[in-house]
């Protein structure tokens, strides 16, 4: 079976200091990945999704970058945090597309970020 | 615009009352739909798929409407477990053969009271 692991559950950072969030798929091969952030009491914004190693797409400028070194393993990076980056950080795969084919997404358990 | 919009929230209802989630999305391409739910502090897991010709299960009936891009979840006789936040969600389908994107409203909030 798959399982998504996503690590730390919780972190405290200063402004400033840099952040490296790693998700980690198993059971499954050439996933669809996908980061989402989550302000307290609001949904879920795309940050950036992947449909193979080295392929990313942005869904929202900021000072966030995403990186795939491996088939299933996604990381989310900033080299200086601000405040409002604050958050609950989650990660998801999809089973890569096929036409025609309706698939759910899977979300790891969640980083909650406070960017003190 | 926003891609998915939802009913703001949040719901108050007695048990085993009747509730209905409605959602609209703004892309026509948009292929495939579902119904997420996130209980407080934790991940969204799926409620349930949505297709075209309408789907129930058990206490749960989704409904698609493509001519008006709109989405509702039916929930009758509520439970206190029931209390949760609703996510509509829509994929946003793909790009030169590229997977589809999920894109998440922002979600309504239930509470089912005693």
């Known amino acids: 079976s798959q399982t998504i692991h996503q690590w730390p559950a919780t972190l405290v950072q200063p402004v400033g200091s840099p952040l490296s969030l790693e998700c980690t798929v198993e059971?499954?091969?050439?996933?669809?990945l996908y980061w989402y952030r989550q302000a307290a009491g609001r949904g879920l914004q795309l940050l950036f999704y992947?449909?193979?190693?080295?392929?990313i797409s942005s869904e929202v400028p900021q000072n966030l970058s995403a990186s795939r070194p491996q088939d299933r393993q996604f990381i989310l990076s900033s080299k200086k945090l601000l405040l409002s980056d604050s958050g609950f950080y989650l990660c998801?795969?999809?089973?890569?597309?096929?036409?025609?084919?309706?698939?759910?997404?899977?979300f790891g358990q969640g980083t909650r970020l406070t960017v003190v | 615009r926003k891609e998915v919009e939802q009913d703001p929230g949040p719901f108050n209802v007695p048990e085993g009352a009747t509730v209905a989630f409605n959602c609209t999305y703004s892309n026509s391409a948009s292929q495939s739909f579902f119904w997420y739910r996130q209980d407080c502090r934790k991940e969204p897991k799926l409620l349930m798929s949505v297709y075209s010709s309408g789907n129930e299960d058990g206490r749960f009936t989704a409904q698609l409407n493509r001519a008006s891009q709109y989405i509702s979840l039916l929930i009758r006789d509520s439970k206190l477990s029931d209390s949760a936040t609703y996510l509509c969600?829509?994929?946003?389908?793909?790009?030169?053969?590229?997977?589809?994107?999920?894109?998440f409203g922002q979600g309504t909030e239930l509470s089912v009271k005693p």
């Open positions: 998801a795969w999809r089973p890569t597309y096929r036409v025609g084919v309706n698939t759910e997404a899977f």
């Open positions: 992947s449909v193979g190693i080295g392929q």
């Open positions: 059971g499954t091969s050439n996933p669809n």
């Open positions: 969600v829509v994929n946003i389908p793909p790009f030169y053969n590229q997977g589809g994107k999920l894109i």
